[in-house]
């Protein structure tokens, strides 16, 4: 059965600072690797997805993540968060054999300072 | 407008009452599921799809029912509501393809027991 961890349930940044979310899962075979993000009383949006090939993935709002085999992790960054950014972060990996089933860590809250 | 429509957007009932929470989507999709999000929890899933007439429980499947007869809809059941399914409930679907899958969620359904 696929798991996934994140181990920050809150982070504070300063507007303008770089951003780490951090996210490790695990799963026997290849994993598809998922980033949504929610605001208050949202649903969820997509940010980056990956599947195969460059492990470097690019998604929307400037955000990017990599994907480590080794470490069995998908980071996600940002370079310089925006006051928009403050918003709860969900990594989720999916199992395609198992009914596209996706299983979600337990969420990051990242808080925003002016 | 293509997508997942889930309704109600908010809903409360007593404890005890039933109800059924509905999901449908547009885009053709062969696999479907619904998931209830809780504070610090993330994202669980309840029930899944892999096709019509095919269902299958998830991680907390207690107190609820699924079927399947059309590949469009994806129907939710709270046989009689306790205050522990107060949550909110998002139905999704989701293709699987060669260049991997992707899924599509609803914009959620509230749910308060009293």
């Known amino acids: 059965a696929q798991s996934v961890t994140q181990p920050d349930i809150h982070i504070t940044v300063s507007e303008g600072a770089s951003l780490e979310l951090r996210c490790n899962y695990s799963y026997g075979a290849t994993p598809y690797l998922f980033w949504y993000v929610q605001s208050p009383g949202q649903g969820l949006q997509l940010l980056l997805k990956?599947?195969?090939?460059?492990?470097l993935v690019q998604g929307i709002k400037g955000f990017e993540a990599e994907f480590k085999r080794s470490q069995s992790s998908f980071n996600l960054r940002k370079p310089s968060v925006h006051w928009s950014d403050a918003a709860e972060y969900f990594c989720?990996?999916?199992?395609?054999?198992?009914?596209?089933?996706?299983?979600f860590g337990g969420g990051t809250r990242v808080l925003v300072k002016p | 407008n293509a997508g997942v429509t889930q309704t109600p957007k908010f809903q409360v009932l007593k404890t005890g009452q039933s109800m059924t929470l509905q999901c449908a989507q547009d885009m053709n999709h062969e696999y479907m599921s619904w998931y209830r999000q809780d504070p610090g929890m993330g994202l669980r899933l309840i029930h899944y799809s892999v096709g019509a007439g095919i269902t299958d429980q998830g991680e907390v499947p207690n107190g609820y029912n699924v079927s399947r007869s059309t590949t469009e809809d994806f129907p939710l059941r709270l046989l009689s509501a306790a205050p522990s399914q107060t949550s909110v409930y998002f139905c999704?679907?989701?293709?699987?393809?060669?260049?991997?899958?992707?899924?599509?969620f609803g914009s959620g359904t509230r749910l308060t027991v009293v």
């Open positions: 990956y599947f195969s090939g460059d492990t």
């Open positions: 999704a679907s989701s293709y699987s393809g060669a260049q991997g899958y992707g899924y599509t």
């Open positions: 989720a990996v999916g199992a395609r054999a198992a009914g596209n089933k996706l299983t």
